[in-house]
């Protein structure tokens, strides 16, 4: 429904920040809850953040609140993430996600998404 492309991954100091971006095509933008999950070594994938279509509202995983924080343009169709007072368990590829429409969006299931960003790897050194 949505393509999804994702940059601004890259290499920081634990306490550094990274801003990610996840630019969308489409102009039905705009009818999508957006999230963003991340996978480290090893481990499953895993929810980090999402808004409503609006951008009304947040919602964060423990982890991350009061470090991340999730926004969107609609009129230029990109999500972002700003990733302050990063830690090293930051390390991970980050993926953006658009909702899937016609069903309940539980916004920190993976699968209440359907279309996905490629990923960006953002590593964390101590």
């Known amino acids: 429904q949505v393509q999804l492309v994702e940059s601004g991954g890259g290499l920081v100091q634990a306490g550094g920040s990274l801003r990610l971006s996840c630019a969308a095509s489409?102009?039905?933008?705009?009818?999508?809850?957006m999230g963003w999950f991340r996978q480290a070594p090893g481990k499953e994938r895993a929810f980090v953040a999402a808004?409503?279509?609006?951008?009304?509202?947040?919602y964060y995983a423990n982890s991350v609140k009061g470090r991340f924080t999730i926004s969107r343009d609609n009129a230029k169709t990109t999500v972002f993430l700003q990733m302050n007072s990063l830690k090293p368990e930051d390390t991970a590829v980050y993926y953006c996600a658009a909702e899937r429409l016609g069903g309940y969006w539980y916004q920190a299931q993976s699968t209440s998404y359907d279309s996905w960003g490629q990923g960006t790897q953002v590593t964390v050194s101590s």
């Open positions: 489409g102009r039905t933008f705009s009818t999508y809850g």
């Open positions: 808004i409503n279509r609006r951008g009304t509202s947040t």
